[in-house]
């Protein structure tokens, strides 16, 4: 229900667009959209089940040096950090940064949880500067940036623990029809 979104949205300040309040003026416009909307009170001070910043899903990348990883993110993608907890060995136990409007999490492999690797697509305002700048940082190219049929401008590299980073720009919105008819054409 989209009158509960809004609400739980204001509850834990989620949503910029509705302002900032302080606690005692959140709580009374939280009270007055509860009443006109018809929604316990109650329910609607719960917190909510996302952390603030983050969206329903929420990569996690667990590899050898996290710490290499992290330069990596800052040299490419500007992230901004958002948790750094070491151990006392000074190695990197869980961290979170953010890329944009998404959040990635990391750490160091160990014990059950072993380095591994994965695959992530990051929009980004230019596919060339982003890419050049991931290859300076040490990652290997998967594919130069070129245009795709889908609408995107997009390149591929790969970080020095495996991951896969498809670096992409929207440079057109098409339908689901232009994207399938494109896609017959590609592979024909």
């Known amino acids: 229900m989209v009158e509960q979104l809004a609400?739980?949205?204001?509850?834990?300040?989620?949503?910029?667009?509705?302002?900032?309040?302080?606690?005692?003026?959140?709580?009374?416009?939280?009270?007055?959209?509860?009443?006109?909307?018809?929604?316990?009170?109650?329910?609607a001070m719960k917190t909510s089940y996302i952390p603030k910043g983050f969206h329903t899903v929420t990569p996690y990348l667990i590899v050898s040096d996290a710490e290499r990883l992290v330069q990596f993110l800052?040299?490419?993608f500007d992230v901004q950090e958002v948790i750094l907890m070491k151990n006392p060995a000074g190695k990197i136990q869980h961290a979170a940064f953010?890329?944009?409007?998404?959040?990635?999490?990391?750490?160091?492999?160990?014990?059950?949880?072993?380095?591994m690797t994965a695959a992530l697509h990051v929009y980004v305002p230019d596919t060339d500067a982003t890419y050049a700048r991931a290859i300076r940082a040490g990652g290997t190219s998967l594919h130069e940036p070129k245009d795709m049929f889908y609408g995107e401008r997009s390149g591929g590299v790969k970080d020095a623990f495996g991951n896969h980073w498809y670096i992409a720009t929207q440079t057109e919105e098409l339908s689901d029809e232009e994207i399938r008819q494109r896609a017959a054409k590609e592979c024909a």
């Open 74 to 76: 800052r040299d490419v």
């Open 7 to 43: 609400l739980n949205q204001l509850v834990v300040g989620s949503n910029p667009s509705l302002g900032t309040f302080s606690p005692n003026r959140r709580e009374g416009a939280v009270i007055a959209l509860a009443r006109a909307f018809d929604i316990d009170f109650n329910d």
């Open 98 to 115: 953010r890329i944009g409007d998404s959040m990635v999490e990391l750490a160091n492999g160990h014990g059950e949880w072993a380095p």
